[in-house]
């Protein structure tokens, strides 16, 4: 099966608001304990024994989902800044405008405390998230810098 069949067919099985969650939750970036969540691994080996498709390694499947839902992009790759100190929650009117809209812009990546030696790091991003965020974002947030970004 092509990525695009295993997406399609997963998706028709477990429905779309599972597959939207199932997703999310690959793309949440405390995923760093290298392995799914145990409903996510349930919804996993289910498509797995009732299609036939093999056994699949954390991740491969990670790889498999690594695209934006919103703009069916798949993501690329950038070094962005990291930023470090105590940020504001965004307001939720700000919080839903960027989850719906553009969730992987990743321009940037907020680190909480004191800063530390590391200054830029690697993020996976959507071309069309970004895009988004330029023409949309600053409009919302007139007083606030915009970061530029290469694309």
């Not at 809209?101 to 830029?120: D, I, S, W």
Request: with cysteine; charged share 30%.
């Amino acid at each position: 099966m092509t990525t695009e069949e295993v997406r399609r067919i997963f998706e028709e099985l477990i429905g779309r608001e599972k597959y939207e969650k199932f997703i999310s939750a690959l793309h949440n970036p405390s995923r760093t304990r290298g392995r799914m969540k145990f409903w996510q691994e349930k919804l996993w080996n289910q498509f797995c024994s009732e299609t036939g498709y093999p056994e699949t390694s954390y991740e491969d499947i990670t790889k498999l989902f690594d695209y934006c839902l919103i703009h069916n992009q798949e993501f690329r790759a950038d070094i962005v800044p990291v930023v470090y100190g105590t940020f504001e929650q965004e307001p939720k009117e700000k919080q839903f405008i960027k989850d719906n809209n553009f969730p992987y812009a990743a321009l940037q990546v907020k680190r909480g405390g004191p800063a530390e030696a590391e200054t830029e790091t690697t993020v996976k991003y959507c071309i069309e998230c970004r895009k988004a965020y330029k023409s949309v974002w600053p409009t919302l947030c007139s007083n606030t810098a915009v970061i530029t970004e290469k694309f």
